[in-house]
């Protein structure tokens, strides 16, 4: 049982001292690889893991193809000005390849999980000789995926994987005691700018996590699309997490007088503290017109725009 620290009782500062500290005793000499993804979690930890270890920690950002529309330099240039060399890895033949093919949502988890750990990063761990991974794996991750309710991506202990024996590193996890909004004012307390530490939560298998049915790279540009209209309309809902969802089916729709066999996109925008439970955001009419007009005028192929009214549970936030 991991014991919780919730996001009220957190001392950043003593939080952080403590990490640093555990991380020292942990690594020792040796070298450790992160990836940062620029979500608060991995922002979070790169920080914690560079007072702790200095250079002898490798920060990677690997661009798997399905990242929002620009991330990978936003992200790169983010933690240059906080003093901290990301190198960015091409991975998209990888992560392409591995998904190919496949329609069920477990099993897209993982081979994503697959690729990320053994092939990707068992690679980067062989070529820079790095032998501890510090990842931002949060308590609620631990839950869901333990619970059996869905596979998360940077679940790998507590599901029983040897990290050591299966891929040839050890994990370290220095945010496994909070949730959210404990990580949060820890990256507040650890000097990220608030656009990052109060941004909005991206899943690590990214845009494949919102694509129902098979990924391939015409449904990634599509919902890469969805996904920059759905987020400069929502920016000021003050809602937790808002997201396109590119579903498998075409419906008919109809484009200058003619049958159009279109895309349909799914809208969810969510009501949450920490991702446990969550409940549609009550968003004005008006407003939902907007996106769906900007959603089948912007993006080709689009004749159908839902909006999720379903709360967490039964429903969960990401669609796959
Ligand atoms: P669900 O869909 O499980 O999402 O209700 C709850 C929260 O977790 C995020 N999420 C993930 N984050 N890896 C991550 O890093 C994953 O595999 C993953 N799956 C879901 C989701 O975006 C939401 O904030």
């Known amino acids: 049982m991991i014991e919780e620290i919730k996001a009220s009782e957190l001392n950043p500062e003593e939080y952080i001292s403590k990490q640093v500290e ?5 690594v020792g000499e040796g070298i450790g690889i992160n990836a940062l993804s620029g979500g608060v979690d991995s922002s979070a930890v790169t920080l914690i893991g560079h007072r702790a270890m200095g250079d002898k920690l490798k920060t990677i950002f690997i661009d798997h193809g399905m990242m929002r529309e620009g ?32 329609t069920d949502p477990e099993e897209k988890r993982e081979a994503i999980t697959r690729t990320f750990y053994k092939d990707v990063f068992g ?49 370290v996890e220095p945010l496994i005691h909070l949730r959210k909004d404990g990580v949060r004012k820890l990256a507040a307390a650890l000097g990220l700018p ?87 955001t009550r968003i004005p009419h008006e407003k939902l017109e907007r996106i769906a007009e900007r959603l089948v005028n912007e993006v080709p192929e689009v004749v159908s725009v839902t909006y999720n009214i379903t709360p967490k549970p039964p429903s969960t936030m990401e669609a796959v």
């Open 22 to 26: 555990s991380i020292g005793s942990t």
């Open 71 to 102: 991330e990978p330099e936003y992200v790169r240039d983010v933690f240059k000005n906080l003093g901290v060399d990301v190198q960015i890895i091409d991975a998209k033949a990888e992560f392409y390849g591995a998904l190919k093919g496949l």
């Open 123 to 171: 690679k980067l761990v062989r070529d820079t000789g790095a032998k501890h991974l510090m990842q931002g794996t949060i308590l609620t991750d631990v839950d869901e995926t333990v619970a059996g309710i869905k596979r998360q991506h940077n679940i790998l202990a507590q599901v029983g994987i040897d990290t050591e024996q299966e891929f040839g590193y050890n994990v």
């Open 194 to 280: 608030e656009e990052i530490y109060n941004r909005m939560p991206f899943l690590g298998p990214a845009l494949a996590g919102r694509i129902i049915g098979e990924v391939t790279p015409e449904k990634v540009a599509t919902i890469k699309q969805a996904t920059v209209i759905v987020e400069e309309e929502l920016a000021d809902s003050g809602a937790f997490q808002y997201m396109a969802i590119l579903h498998d089916s075409r419906v008919p729709g109809m484009r200058d007088g003619k049958r159009e066999y279109g895309q349909q996109i799914e809208v969810r925008c969510w009501d949450s503290v920490d991702a446990r439970v969550a409940t549609p």
